[in-house]
């Protein structure tokens, strides 16, 4: 099957981003036509499910914050019940561009889950000190399990095909980093073929950051902590049927 952004979903968690997500879910539908864009609200206390409305996304309110992983399992789901093959994570804050979905969509036709790398010769993101450790140290171990190279295991652009949908609509992680790096260790044991493309990642248009600078040491302990939660969890199962290798 080929895949179009017409059986495509678009779903932006989003958590007390009302000075963004008006403008990230106009520009998705600007550089996406006929794209359709869920907006995930994730217990915000602002006015993000009313920003995202007038620019004519489509809403879900969780009544608390449930972290990206939460929000996003929601979008899997919303995909599977309204017959969309893939979905792609885009960020409301703006880091993400949506242009890039068009490369990510292309690449899902030999892969079932595609990931954007901030790492992978394209942009001038940068990432320094124990939080770069982190990302390099889990992007070799996972290149290395996924059978493929992979620079970027904590990017939140990525794309998923029909079989990762259905996969991550019952298994998909809410844990701290479940949403990037677990979730990569799901797809990998159920056989799932992970590819990436470059991408080039924006400065933020609006709230803050999730990682603060001083807490940044904590990062590297919390996402091998992470990995090794998503590698004594037991595997997933699709349909019944146990997937790991």
Same mark, same amino acid.
């Given at each position: 099957m080929v895949a179009t952004l017409e059986r495509t979903l678009v779903v932006m968690p989003a958590f007390n981003e009302e000075s963004s997500v008006r403008q990230v879910v106009l520009e998705v539908f600007e550089k996406l036509p006929g794209i359709t864009c869920l907006v995930v609200d994730d217990g915000s206390i602002d006015d993000t499910a009313a920003e995202a409305l007038a620019a004519g996304a489509l809403v879900a309110r969780l009544p608390f914050n449930l972290g990206v @992983?939460?929000? #996003?399992? &929601?979008?899997?789901?919303?995909? #599977? =019940? /309204?017959?969309?093959?893939? &979905? %792609? /994570? &885009?960020?409301?804050?703006? /880091? !993400?561009?949506? $242009? @890039? %979905? !068009?490369?990510?969509?292309?690449?899902? =036709?030999? $892969?079932?889950?595609v990931v954007g790398a901030r790492f992978a010769g394209k942009g001038d993101y940068v990432v320094r000190g124990p939080r770069r450790l982190a990302m390099v140290l889990l992007s070799q171990f996972l290149s290395h399990t996924a059978g493929t190279k992979l620079t970027d295991t904590t990017s939140g652009f990525r794309m998923s095909g029909p079989r990762a949908v259905r996969l991550f609509a019952e298994h998909y992680p809410a844990e701290y980093l479940g949403d990037t790096v677990e979730s990569l260790v799901i797809a990998v044991r159920a056989r799932c073929v992970i590819a990436q493309v470059p991408v080039a990642m924006r400065v933020r248009a609006g709230g803050r950051p999730s990682h603060h600078p001083l807490k940044a040491a904590g990062y590297l302990g919390r996402a091998i902590l992470a990995l090794l939660f998503a590698l004594i969890r037991p595997p997933a199962r699709l349909h019944g049927v146990e997937v790991s290798p």
């Open positions: @992983g939460g929000a #996003m399992r &929601v979008g899997f789901r919303y995909a #599977m =019940e /309204q017959g969309f093959d893939n &979905v %792609v /994570q &885009v960020d409301a804050d703006g /880091q !993400h561009d949506p $242009a @890039g %979905v !068009h490369a990510l969509l292309e690449r899902l =036709e030999s $892969a079932d889950l």
